[in-house]
Each structure stands twice: as structure tokens, then as C-alpha cells.
């Protein structure tokens, strides 16, 4: 930093620690520093608690330079060649922060069929999934024999709950392999071209904590593989050539900006999509930051061509964050891990399910002992009850020593966490990143499957909240559509497709749930010395919205728009 900046940083603190007095001595009208953008005319949301909000925020060099009044940033900053931006009534707020998605399925979603459910999409039900199947392969007028892949197929909003099947596929699909993806993201339903390419047949094994939904009284595969079964398939998917790479990753970013995300997370990075993300971002092709969690099975593999020393650092606006490990499935597909059973049985109809764990236990304590030695975060995906359980065995193993250290342990979605591992969650310093969208999508399933109790507490925000924890919440995309306003208002409502309030007591405030997207995550990567909030001498990472969340009427939080969104000062996208 040279002494100008420091000089600029200075000023800037000291506007602030001085916004209310008048004593600030100006050289009346002459600016010291010029502003590139000074933003006025609208709320400002800065989501600073010393500061909450301000009439005035000026950027340079990608910069916050200051955020105060109007007239004192204007006296202060305007120069000849100031851009005013006047935000006529709209809310500028900090870009938002994802705390965790699936980044790379972005790049391909452009070259995919969405059969995500009403309102993210049209598969309600069998025969919508096969039309918009059928309506893609025309229209793109792909070749026999290339795989056309979906993403989002939910069996439990379809009538009966009766899943999609290799048979409902194949009549229309006798020669593409089709593979549709489950909304859980840990599975999909093959056709049989798609089995034959990938091997699966009436001989395949279900590996351990996978599942393969078979015939009625028959080995033969019925359609739907998930967890471990479904694993080996995905890393033999076709990938975007090198032109495509760059061209594909910009494509897949501005699905993120136009959510209003500055900050996108690559959930579970396997080593081939670790270096297309590497590659892209050297030609350019990231207008956001993203920040890859390289997956435990690839871990090793990508920590020998990617040193420890490298990781935790922007390169070309990709970061290394830090390990991935899954410790359970989805608690809609019924493979979450819980301590008690499911109410409606399992995803094959087993009595007395529970849910597996994805890994022998021994493997994951390993795993994490070598993370924590080597002094990197980690995001642990864990569901159901048991398997945080599972979680809080495997910290006291790998962490002896000082089990209260902050060693940056992210609990990805910690959905079904009991209050007594809540307690544990603030003795061990985890961050639970929460999925409260599952309220809307899944609470009417969750109900139903794991009971009225359990499933109210689901995502517990207020109560983490509560307990000094600093939440994060999530789209999961693909999971979930990028939708930041839809994920603040289920947080602030939990309201259930059919109405129900799923806990009524855990819902929590406007505020609150936009923290989760922008400082609390900020937090979660270790960024909230520069992102998170409007603050002088943060990156101006910035959006703008058609109306202040903060102020509209609960219900009217999901309808607010992105209108623009800014990466260090620069716009990236633009609703119009
Ligand atoms: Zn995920």
C-alpha cells in the first residue's frame, strides 16, 4: 500500500468516526481525492451496525473511498471527472456473497434442460419432464447417440410422488443417452442408452452409501442412481473444449451476477473441472471471484499441483478456500443421515431407514485430521442429525489439541442439527450455512418424512443467531435457482409451498437474512476485512435493487429485482 492510498484510507476512517460533526475541516469545494462514482438518490444498506445506513458512498480504483452524507462526500470527493450516479428511490446494498453453490454446474446449465419443478421451472410432473426433454433435443436438433443431460428433477412435488423411470425415457429416447439431474444434486434417473454408455446393468453392485432403484422383483436398474452409485458417472462427463471454456465460465458467472452474487462458490471442485476453472480464469473469463473447495476424493490430487502456500489467495478472481468433504445425501432424497428413522420408510421402500454414511468414518476422520494439520478450511457437507454427529466425533479426533481453535469449519447446510450441537457449534467455532429455501421447496416433504418437530427446526437461523452464531444461507444451486431475494425470503417467512410456516419461531429479520448473504459469508471466507459491507476501503462490490428488502412488506421481499450489479467499481451486469 503506498502513502496515498494509506492517506485516502485515513481520510476515508476518519469521515466516518466524524459523520455527525461539522468541525471536518474542508478546503470548500476542492476535492483532495476524486471519487470515480459518487452513488446518491437512493437507500444505502450498508450492513455495517456502526453505520446502517448513509445518504452517500463513493468508489475509486474499486474501492469504497467513503460513505457518509451527501454534502460531505460530495465537498470531499467530486472531482471534474466524478461520475454521479443518481439511484432515483432504488437500494444500493454490498454484493452478495454466495456461501455455497455448485459454480461449475453453472458453465454446462447453459447447455442443459431445466426440469426444476413450478415456479423454477416445468417438470411438474412425468410427462412435462419427457416434453421439455424431447422439445430441447428438436429445437438444438441433437445428433443420435449425444447425451442430453437435465438438471432439477424433484419426485416429490410430482402427483403421487411417483419418480421418473429408464421406461418413461426410453420410448422417446431410444438412441441419446438422456441423463435427468435429481434437485438434490447427488443423483439422476438413465435412460438405458445413458446405462449402457456408463455400464450400469442388472450385474452393478449398489457400492456402499450408494443407491440403485431397481425393477419390482428384477436386478435390473429401474432408472434412479444416487450418492456413490452415481459418483462414477459424473466424472465421466463430456466437458466443454477450450473455446468453449471461456466463453461457457462468462456464461455461467453472469447467471450469478444477474442474482446480484459478486462472490461465487465452487461447492465440491473435482481435479479435470479445477483446472478448466484455472484455465478460463488466466484467458479472463471471470468477471466475479469464485472460490473452489476441492473434494476429498480429489484432494490429494490437486494439493500436488496446487501448494498449500498457493491456496487462500485471488488469482485471476479464483481462490483455493479450502477441503470438501460430504458426510451424508439430501434429506428430500432420503439420504440424509439421522439418528432415528425416516416416517415413510427409504428411497427403496427399506423399513427403519436412517440414511448412510457417505464414508467409513475412519476415512473422514483421517481426511480431516490431515486439513486441520495442514492449517486449511473446511466445508463439510452434513444433513441429518447423525451425521453432524459424526462431524463433532471426527472435530474431537482431528482437533485434540485445542478443540475451541478457529480453524475456519464451514457445517454446509447443517439442515437437521439438533440445539444441543448447536452448543457444540459455538464451542468448536463452525459456521452452520444454512438452507432455509428448503422451507419452500421441501418443508411440505420434510413434514411429512421426518415429522412436524424435527422438520420445523430445519435450518434453525434464529436460533443460531440466537446463540452468537453467525449464520450463512444458500442456494445449493442447482439445487436451488440463484435467486438471493427468494433465499432472504424464505429465511424471513418459511413459508411451504402449501402454505404451511415451517417454524414459525426460527423465521428471523429482513436483516438478519441479508447478513447471511453478504457480511456472515464474508466471514465464512475469511474476506470480511474486504467485502461484506459498505465500509471504506472494502472492494466496491456492489448491487443495486429495485427496492429496499429492508422496508417492503415480508411477502413482497421475493418479487424485489436485481437492477444492477458491480464488481470492484465496475458494472457487470445490467437489468436493462
Ligand atoms: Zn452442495
Known amino acids: 500500500m503506498n502513502v496515498t492510498s494509506m492517506a485516502v484510507i485515513a481520510a476515508a476512517a476518519s469521515l466516518f468516526v466524524c459523520n455527525a460533526c461539522s468541525a471536518r475541516d474542508q478546503t470548500a469545494g476542492t476535492a483532495k481525492v476524486a471519487a470515480d462514482t459518487?452513488?446518491?438518490?437512493?437507500?444505502?444498506?450498508?450492513?455495517?451496525?456502526?453505520?446502517?445506513?448513509?445518504?452517500?458512498?463513493?468508489?475509486?480504483?474499486?474501492?469504497i473511498?467513503?460513505?457518509?452524507?451527501?454534502?460531505?462526500?460530495?465537498?470531499?470527493?467530486?472531482?471534474?471527472?466524478?461520475?454521479?450516479?443518481?439511484?432515483?428511490g432504488k437500494t444500493l446494498l454490498p454484493g452478495f456473497i454466495d456461501p455455497h453453490s455448485h459454480y461449475i454446474n453453472s458453465i454446462s446449465v447453459a447447455n442443459?434442460?431445466?426440469?426444476f419443478a413450478p415456479p423454477a421451472g416445468p417438470g411438474r410432473d412425468i410427462a412435462a419432464i419427457v416434453a421439455e426433454l424431447k422439445k430441447f433435443r428438436d429445437e438444438r436438433k441433437v445428433p443420435?447417440?449425444?447425451?442430453?443431460?437435465?438438471?432439477?428433477?424433484?419426485?416429490?412435488?410430482?402427483?403421487?410422488?411417483?419418480?421418473?423411470?429408464?421406461?418413461?425415457?426410453?420410448?422417446?429416447?431410444?438412441?441419446?443417452p438422456v441423463i435427468v439431474g435429481h434437485v438434490s444434486m447427488h443423483g439422476a434417473v438413465l435412460n438405458s442408452a445413458a446405462m449402457r454408455r456408463y455400464g450400469i446393468?442388472?450385474?452393478?453392485?449398489?457400492?456402499?452409501?450408494?443407491?440403485?432403484?431397481?425393477?419390482?422383483?428384477?436386478?435390473?436398474?429401474?432408472?434412479?442412481?444416487?450418492?456413490?452409485?452415481?459418483?462414477?458417472?459424473?466424472?465421466?462427463?463430456?466437458?466443454?473444449?477450450a473455446e468453449q471454456e471461456v466463453a461457457w465460465s462468462r456464461a455461467g458467472q453472469m447467471l450469478y451476477a444477474a442474482a446480484g452474487i459478486t462472490t461465487a462458490q465452487e461447492g465440491a471442485t473435482h481435479a479435470p473441472d479445477l483446472e478448466l476453472m484455472q484455465r478460463a480464469a488466466a484467458a479472463g473469463a471471470n468477471?466475479?471471484?469464485?472460490?473452489?473447495?476441492?473434494?476429498?476424493?480429489?484432494?490429494?490430487?490437486?494439493?500436488?499441483?496446487?501448494?498449500?502456500?498457493?491456496?487462500?489467495?485471488?488469482?485471476?478472481?479464483?481462490?483455493?478456500?479450502?477441503?470438501?468433504?460430504?458426510?451424508?445425501?439430501?434429506?428430500?432424497?432420503?439420504?440424509?443421515?439421522?439418528?432415528?428413522?425416516?416416517?415413510?420408510?427409504?428411497p427403496g421402500g427399506e423399513k427403519n431407514w436412517r440414511g448412510e454414511p457417505g464414508f467409513p468414518e475412519e476415512d473422514v476422520k483421517a481426511f480431516v485430521k490431515k486439513v486441520y494439520d495442514l492449517g486449511l478450511p473446511l466445508n463439510v457437507h452434513a444433513n441429518g442429525d447423525a451425521a453432524i454427529d459424526e462431524l463433532l466425533r471426527t472435530h474431537e479426533y482431528a482437533a485434540a489439541g485445542d478443540l475451541s481453535k478457529e480453524r475456519h469449519v464451514t457445517v454446509i447446510h447443517s439442515q437437521f442439527v439438533r440445539p444441543d450441537q448447536l452448543d457444540k457449534f459455538v464451542t468448536y467455532k463452525f459456521t452452520p450455512s444454512f438452507f432455509t429455501l428448503h422451507a419452500f421447496y421441501f418443508g411440505d416433504t420434510h413434514v411429512l418424512q421426518r415429522g412436524k418437530e424435527q422438520a420445523f427446526f430445519l435450518s434453525p437461523m434464529r436460533?443460531?443467531?440466537?446463540?452468537?452464531?453467525?449464520?450463512?444461507?444458500?442456494?445449493?444451486?442447482?439445487?436451488?435457482?440463484l435467486d438471493q431475494m427468494f433465499v432472504i425470503w424464505s429465511a424471513v417467512n418459511r413459508l411451504s409451498r402449501s402454505g404451511v410456516v415451517i417454524g414459525p419461531d426460527q423465521r428471523v429479520t429482513a436483516l438478519e437474512a441479508l447478513k447471511a448473504i453478504t457480511i456472515n459469508a464474508a466471514y465464512q471466507y475469511s474476506e470480511e476485512a474486504s467485502k461484506g459491507s459498505l465500509e471504506s476501503g472494502k472492494l466496491a462490490d456492489l448491487v443495486i435493487l429495485d427496492r429496499n428488502p429492508l422496508k417492503v412488506q415480508p411477502m413482497a421481499i421475493k418479487d424485489i429485482k436485481v437492477v444492477e450489479t458491480i464488481k470492484e467499481g465496475k458494472p457487470i451486469y445490467s437489468a436493462d
Not at 46 to 63: C, H, I, S
Open 38 to 63: 459518487i452513488y446518491t438518490g437512493g437507500d444505502i444498506v450498508t450492513v455495517n451496525d456502526a453505520q446502517p445506513t448513509a445518504e452517500a458512498l463513493a468508489v475509486k480504483d474499486g474501492k
Open 65 to 88: 473511498l467513503a460513505v457518509g452524507t451527501r454534502a460531505e462526500l460530495e465537498s470531499s470527493y467530486k472531482g471534474s471527472a466524478t461520475v454521479s450516479v443518481d439511484l432515483a
Open 112 to 115: 442443459q434442460v431445466n426440469v
Open 144 to 176: 443420435k447417440g449425444e447425451l442430453i443431460m437435465a438438471y432439477g428433477y424433484d419426485e416429490n412435488v410430482m402427483p403421487g410422488k411417483v419418480g421418473l423411470t429408464r421406461d418413461d425415457l426410453d420410448l422417446d429416447f431410444p438412441d441419446n
Open 201 to 241: 446393468s442388472a450385474a452393478t453392485k449398489t457400492p456402499p452409501g450408494g443407491v440403485i432403484l431397481r425393477k419390482p422383483g428384477s436386478d435390473e436398474p429401474s432408472g434412479l442412481l444416487m450418492e456413490t452409485a452415481f459418483l462414477p458417472i459424473i466424472s465421466q462427463l463430456p466437458h466443454p473444449n
Open 287 to 346: 468477471v466475479i471471484d469464485v472460490v473452489a473447495y476441492p473434494f476429498f476424493t480429489d484432494f490429494d490430487k490437486i494439493l500436488a499441483k496446487n501448494p498449500v502456500a498457493t491456496w487462500g489467495k485471488y488469482v485471476n478472481r479464483l481462490k483455493l478456500g479450502g477441503a470438501k468433504i460430504t458426510l451424508d445425501g439430501s434429506p428430500q432424497g432420503k439420504t440424509a443421515y439421522f439418528t432415528t428413522p425416516y416416517l415413510t420408510g427409504g
Open 463 to 481: 436460533a443460531a443467531i440466537d446463540k452468537g452464531l453467525r449464520p450463512t444461507n444458500h442456494t445449493d444451486f442447482v439445487v436451488a435457482p
